[in-house]
């Protein structure tokens, strides 16, 4: 067999000081652009459609009937199904298990931020138990939230 030909190339950091001049020159004014604090407060600086969410959320606490919360395990039905199904499955046993104990008279609402907690891991890897808060209008909507 040949023997391989070892090549030992020095490698020169680059000099420093061309890196703190990089730094020195991103303005501060860019830094602080991205600042929440100065987000709007009072009512008046709120688009027409924030002011419309605002009051739908409103209307939304008088309407509520019951509130309930519960503990739902979701490993029991999600692992006897294939591994690429199972946040999905998740959902769907979500949704059965708060039409069981809720009783609506109209639809079951998941929340965005249940929703995003169940998928958070991928498709193959949802909580096994999840705790929620779930209320129940006048109407007979039942809604789920992230406790």
């Known amino acids: 067999m040949a023997k391989k030909k070892i090549i030992k190339k020095k490698v020169t950091p680059p000099p420093e000081e061309e890196k703190k001049e990089e730094i020195e020159e991103v303005p501060k004014e860019d830094v602080d652009a991205f600042d929440l604090k ?12 924030e002011q419309e ?9 008088e309407e509520i009937q019951e509130e309930r919360y519960y503990v739902v395990p979701l490993a029991r039905k999600f692992q006897r199904v294939p ?16 039409t069981r104990h809720m009783k609506p008279e109209g639809e079951v609402y998941i929340s965005q ?13 949802p909580p096994r138990k999840i705790r929620v808060r779930v209320t129940k209008s006048v109407d007979g909507v039942v809604r789920a939230y992230l406790a």
């Open 38 to 49: 100065e987000a709007p407060v009072s009512e008046e600086e709120l688009s027409e459609i």
């Open 53 to 61: 969410i605002k009051e739908a959320e409103t209307e939304f606490d």
């Open 83 to 98: 591994r690429w199904k199972r946040s999905k499955k998740a959902i769907i046993v979500l949704r059965e298990f708060l």
């Open 113 to 125: 931020e249940l929703n995003e907690r169940v998928w958070e891991n991928g498709i193959k890897n």
